[in-house]
């Protein structure tokens, strides 16, 4: 009975954070469209796409491709990464890991956050809000979508709080985080 309770108040503590999120990392977009609509306006977007550092989502693509099919192809305003909390043998572009396969937070920290971070630099997606979260194997209930969103996405402190929930609620050895 704890531990359902547990999940359930992390699923719902996550889905709170992920939601005071998004409005605050579209702020000035959002400002300019509310000049010709004040009633605000609705976002498009997804918050449940694999990457192939998930190793076992069938045909699932590289980063970029998820993102530049979403945003280019799609029209999407905003992008939540959901790759497996497992184990990744994969990195942000498919190709094998050296040395093995690592944790997802270490994937996201060594390649999704940089890589988002460097094509965000390059000019690409702007006004685009794209955050990296996961699906979690939650015991006694499939999966659930987990996003840990701090001031920025993709900041450190987020990366950190990724790692911190795969050390507590995954049974990876904790050498492993």
């Not at 977009?29 to 069938?58: L, V």
């Not at 905003?78 to 040395?99: A, K, Y």
């Not at 996201?108 to 390059?122: F, G, M, R, T, V």
């Amino acid at each position: 009975m704890i531990n359902k309770f547990r999940a359930f108040t992390v699923s719902v503590l996550s889905l709170t954070i992920l939601f005071q999120g998004l409005p605050a990392a579209v702020a000035a977009k959002d400002a300019e469209d509310n000049q010709t609509n004040p009633g605000g306006r609705w976002m498009k977007g997804e918050y449940h796409a694999h990457t192939t550092q998930s190793d076992d989502a069938e045909g699932s693509q590289s980063l970029e491709s998820l993102l530049n099919n979403a945003f280019d192809k799609y029209g999407m305003d905003w992008m939540g990464i959901s790759d497996h909390l497992r184990m990744s043998s994969r990195d942000d572009e498919g190709n094998l890991i050296p040395g093995g396969p690592i944790p997802l937070s270490q994937g996201i920290s060594q390649y999704q956050a940089p890589k988002i971070k460097q094509l965000q630099k390059e000019g690409k997606f702007k006004n685009k809000v794209i955050f990296s979260g996961f699906e979690w194997d939650m015991p006694t209930y499939e999966h659930v979508g987990i996003g840990i969103l701090g001031d920025q996405p993709g900041s450190p402190k987020s990366l950190k709080a990724a790692n911190q929930f795969e050390y507590l609620f995954t049974n990876q050895d904790e050498k492993m985080s």
